[in-house]
């Protein structure tokens, strides 16, 4: 078969995944392997690159069609070095992955974080394709955020582009602590783990609730459920991470001005209950000006974006 | 003389502004002449292409050398159609002024808002000359703001990317409305209106401040000497006005990150009393990987970094 293939790595603590898409982003192989993260970066590289030279091997292409391969890798990196500084779920530091898988590999290999390789995905060929300029949140144990601009990853001077979780939108008066230091920051509110944790106080404190009957440990999922089932704690539980959501859009609205916001990850599963709000607080806090003609929309790659983006990572 | 020249326009409402730069940036020549308002559209467009006609006349270079013409307007424009939708201080409504002055001069003409024109401007030779992501703030009646990504104004897709002025900061219990018809827009807080709003109810309220003695129609300028005096009143407003300046810029480090802030328009010139808590706010506010390196400075150009951008409209 004839043309450019593009290799897709996501970088799993446990599973590294491998994908291979045309250039119009469409991912026809995948395999999945494990990490074996407990051996080490070494030997976490050289599955890797065995596991990239089989899905090749398996598919009808030649190793020659491969014009690159880009990972996903959540951390600290240097990008344009292609440096892991630090990544807490492979228990990395300093892994030069770029220089050591090219010299496995012989080939160009770009590496980006995991919230910006998902929004790559999604703006190649997901929810956001033909779209130039699209802004994307995940929405999963923290709030992950990628910025596409004309086609491409928007980094930032240092790399800090994008990091909308860190946007502090919470008023001082009712922010609470965030795991970066600040307060008040989006993802204190609108991940997984902001909307447990206010379950969590919520029946604590002995509010009237169906969460209080929920007999394993909480989720996002069970706060979700609750709320559609007619909760009011957890309807307001929903409503204040769509809130901040909601005016984190109209703020970038006026910053970015994106055409398509894009939202993915688990905690956007939940669907209209809490998209709707979300809608209803960005056309009430946008200008006019800046939210005719733009959408909010559900990502629809799910767990594939990570190896999609990757893969566009060096057509982009 | 050889090489290229640019010629910008800036639109005021009472007088229109031509410039020559040179491909770098560098403003060569200057006319400034009557707009004339008062007779309408086509006049004023008349006297525009007479004024840069002009310029090139008495300056050493041919027409020929003319690679292009841009002009900074104020008001809603469609960018990409060179239309003015409307213009409050120029009275226009639905004005082709690309259709009109192509014609008129037989060079490509772009026009865009003059804080993306003074952005730019000081993008290009000004205070963040060499730099390729800048945001910059223009603090006068409103907040104007323009960012620069790779040397380019980032316009978004309605374009009202960079609109800073109405990003909504201020807590809604302390939130006053805006003139965009949203309330706690920075520019009611952090612009010379929002200051002398301040600084009037202070005085009506009976505040002990020597802003009372002040005999005529306080101003922004007023305020700030009255701060450096010694007055705890002014100094409550500057802060004020420049802690919202400082969040805003801890919120774009994790949107844009931009490796500098430029503030130009006429607050600015207040100089180390604005800059200091506007510095130190940031600092507090914004996550440290994203301010690392990253500066807060004044603008350098002055009132010709409209001109300077608009120039730079055909090059950038």
Same mark, same amino acid.
């Given at each position: 078969m004839s043309g450019n293939i593009y290799i897709g790595v996501d970088m799993g603590g446990t599973a590294i995944k491998v994908g291979i898409c045309d250039e119009s982003g469409k991912l026809l192989h995948t395999y999945e392997g494990a990490t074996g993260t407990e051996f080490g970066s070494d030997e976490v590289l050289d599955r890797m690159a065995k596991y990239v030279r089989k899905i090749v091997d398996d598919s009808?292409?030649?190793?020659? %069609?491969?014009?690159g391969i880009g990972a996903g890798i959540a951390g600290f990196l240097d990008i344009p070095q292609g440096f892991v500084k630090l990544s807490a779920n492979l228990g990395w530091?300093?892994?030069p992955v770029k220089q050591i898988l090219e010299q496995k590999l012989g080939k160009p290999v770009t590496i980006d974080n995991d919230a910006n390789v998902a929004a790559l995905g999604e703006a190649w060929s997901g929810a956001g394709a033909g779209i130039p300029n699209v802004v994307c949140y995940t929405l999963g144990t923290g709030v992950g955020g990628g910025i596409i601009i004309n086609g491409k990853i928007y980094q930032g001077f240092n790399g800090m582009a994008g990091e909308l979780g860190h946007l502090q939108i919470v008023p001082d008066l009712e922010a609470i602590g965030c795991g970066c230091g %600040?307060?008040?920051?989006l993802e204190t509110v609108s991940s997984a783990t902001g909307i447990i944790r206010m379950a969590n106080d919520a029946v604590e404190r002995g509010d009237k609730t169906t969460l209080s009957l929920v007999s394993e440990p909480i989720t996002a999922k069970h706060v979700f459920d609750e709320a559609r089932s007619g909760d009011e704690v957890s309807m307001r539980i929903v409503n204040r991470a769509a809130y901040y959501l909601g005016r984190s859009m109209a703020m970038l609205a006026v910053i970015v001005n994106p055409q398509r916001f894009i939202l993915g990850g688990g905690?956007?599963?939940?669907?209209e209950i809490l998209f709707q709000p979300i809608r209803e607080n960005f056309k009430k806090y946008a200008p006019e000006a800046a939210q005719e003609g733009v959408e909010i929309v559900p990502a629809v790659l799910g767990n594939d974006a990570g190896v999609v983006g990757a893969a566009g990572l060096n057509l982009h």
């Open positions: 009808p292409f030649e190793w020659d %069609q491969v014009a530091r300093n892994v %600040q307060s008040g920051c905690v956007s599963k939940a669907g």
